[in-house]
């Protein structure tokens, strides 16, 4: 399984919220070195990903709080792009209690979907903004 290597061109300009996005992937990269255990249990699966969970959110939200300070007028776009992330969080927790559920899998699956959508959304949507928050003084 491959990792989330940062790059440069990953950059949004703002260092704690670059700061930020290299947790986020480290996060998703620690989940896939775990799935790689042979004698993953359920509560280490589930501990993992309530961190990478409670991760999301905090540093969504701290963007959101940006959009809020400095009035960012694609804050709705953007902030209906976070939330189809949470959306999608949500339905991979309430899988978690299903006795059928494939523990390793379904953390494998969060981890790859969390990884790749940030990195999607650092591209085309979160460089959007880099401009408007230097602007305002957030490098």
């Given amino acids: 399984m491959d990792k989330f290597i940062w790059k440069e061109e990953n950059s949004v300009g703002i260092k704690e919220i670059d700061e930020q996005h290299k947790h986020f992937f480290d996060i998703a990269n620690g989940i896939i070195d775990l799935t790689a255990k042979e004698n993953l249990t359920k509560e280490e699966a589930v501990k993992s990903l309530q961190e990478l969970g409670d991760y999301a959110f905090y540093h969504l939200s701290t963007e959101e709080g940006y959009f809020d300070k400095f009035k960012y007028q694609d804050a709705p776009l953007h902030i209906n792009a976070h939330n189809e992330y949470r959306e999608s969080a949500s339905e991979y ?15 494998e699956e969060m981890a790859v979907y969390s990884g790749n959508w940030l990195l999607a959304h650092i591209m085309v949507v979160d460089k959007q903004y880099t401009k408007f928050f230097n602007e305002h003084g957030l490098n």
């Fill in 93 to 107: 927790f309430r899988r978690i209690n299903n006795p059928n559920t494939d523990i390793k899998k379904l953390a």
